[in-house]
């Protein structure tokens, strides 16, 4: 059993620090915000993700884990410290290191023996060199090594990342800390989970290298998506034929309204901030966010082409967080669209399973109701933002007979063209064809035969 103290009660640290507790270890997760440290000792969980409360309580029952504002007693009586603080954007584009540098200097100030210290914020490469020589900068003397140890939760499935991830990423100075290390995750090593054993700065790298990759993907299948709707043809069979090829593979291909989160946005701007820094020409890195921007305000504009005039339309909005099972609106492009249609004169009514009290605190104007049917009710349209799988399985002729007019622009491929068209659907997605009522015309979807070719109609998987 390792004495971990966790620096950070947000989304990283609250499962980093319950799933460490689950592996046997003792942690203590400390936070200077003594009203957020007394509601996790009531029992009470601050974000939505599921399977986090369960997961705290059966650790604090087992006396595991435990929740604390003393920052000095933390520190003291740990053996290592993960660094699980926010690193934001600054308007630049740069990551806003104060909340790390904090959290070494804290660490420099009570630190009475030897301590590993492990960055598993995403920070800039060559942060560990920082946060090392901030410690010794308040304590000369201190005996530390500081880790690299990024995290790859994804929000809505970050216990099942955590507890069966894909890999673990080690960047260490030392054998100590690294042995260390490897010991606090035993059950998956022994699990056999890859372990990418490196050095700090490539650690740090990997963190950002993935998540560039995978904003790339995403941005990339959206423009290819705008070039099929230049000329008719389908993404979803263009993604299907690409994703086939084993070099490219099928994961993040699934064009819609462009990604949003805490992550990609932050992860993209802070890569390409810091080869700016370095004086690195990184071409691709800059166009990857200003893409992704230009595909949720496209999503605009389609809606625009459908309807007109926002003014005195009466809009209804499926989905407001960024993902499915998550609350977060953070870059959600359904915020982006909400603020337009707002200000432009719409009546925006919305409805989605989890983040509608965080949506109003952002817009009050915002119209939400507790279910789909009851938000769709005399809308001019129906925008469909979110993916959760509930909007996957709705009475669809009941939606069609709510709405006032029975247009759809689906920003996330969620339904079948042919399908929406028979049902009465004036349907509009996203780089494929635009199918109105009546539309009987067939394409290669609708004959190509499943099972002996690889079909053209292909449903989106929930990411």
Not at 312 to 317: D, G, R, Y
Request: proline share 6%; glycine share 8%.
């Amino acid at each position: 059993m390792k004495r971990i103290c966790v620096m950070g009660s947000g989304y990283v640290g609250l499962v980093s620090g319950a799933c460490l507790a689950d592996f046997g270890n003792a942690v203590v997760c400390v936070d200077i915000d003594e009203p957020r440290i007394a509601r996790l000792r009531g029992g009470e969980v601050p974000i939505y993700e599921p399977g986090l409360g369960e997961l705290m309580e059966r650790n604090r029952e087992r006396g595991r884990l435990s929740f604390s504002s003393d920052v000095a007693f933390a520190i003291k009586s740990s053996d290592i410290v993960f660094i699980c603080v926010g690193t934001p954007s600054l308007p630049s584009g740069e990551v806003d290191m104060s909340y790390v540098h904090a959290a070494a200097r804290s660490i420099g100030q009570y630190m009475e023996d030897y301590k590993i210290v492990v960055n598993k914020s995403t920070v800039p490469v060559g942060t560990g060199d920082e946060v090392g020589a901030l410690i010794v900068e308040v304590r000369p003397d201190a005996d530390i090594d500081v880790v690299s140890n990024p995290e790859f939760l994804r929000e809505g499935s970050a216990i099942d990342d955590f507890m069966h991830p894909s890999r673990v990423v080690i960047g260490a100075s030392s054998r100590r800390a690294l042995e260390a290390i490897i010991d606090v995750y035993r059950p998956l090593y022994q699990s056999d989970v890859p372990m990418v054993l490196t050095d700090v700065q490539s650690a740090e790298m990997i963190k950002y290298a993935s998540n560039a990759m995978l904003a790339t993907k995403i941005s990339f299948i959206n423009e290819i998506a705008n070039i099929c709707e230049a000329f008719g043809a389908d993404v979803t069979a263009v993604a299907r034929g690409m994703g086939l090829d084993e070099r490219i593979g099928p994961r993040n291909l699934y064009a819609g309204a462009g990604y949003g989160g805490s992550c990609f946005p932050k992860d993209v701007q802070g890569l390409a901030a810091t080869a700016r820094q370095a004086g690195v020409d990184a071409p691709l890195l800059q166009t990857i966010d200003p893409s992704n921007v230009r595909q949720r305000r496209h999503m605009i504009e389609k809606l625009r082409d459908l309807i007109g005039d926002f003014d005195q339309q009466s809009v209804c909005l499926l989905g407001l967080s960024f993902k499915p099972d998550t609350d977060d609106l953070r870059e959600a492009p359904a915020m982006e669209m909400v603020d337009v249609l707002l200000r432009e004169g719409a009546t925006v009514r919305a409805y989605d399973p989890v983040a509608m009290d965080q949506a109003r605190a952002q817009f009050p104007d915002l119209v939400c109701f507790d279910d789909p049917y009851s938000a769709a009710a005399g809308a001019d349209v129906l925008v469909l933002m979110t993916e959760w799988n509930e909007f996957r399985n709705m009475d669809l002729p009941r939606i069609q007979s709510a709405l006032g007019s029975p247009r759809l622009l689906d920003c996330r491929n969620v339904y079948d063209p042919r399908e929406m068209a028979e049902l009465g659907f004036d349907y509009v997605s996203v780089g494929r064809p635009r199918r109105s009522p009546g539309d009987t015309v067939e394409t290669a979807a609708d004959w190509i035969l499943p099972g002996r070719f690889h079909a053209c109609r292909v449903t989106q998987r929930v990411r």
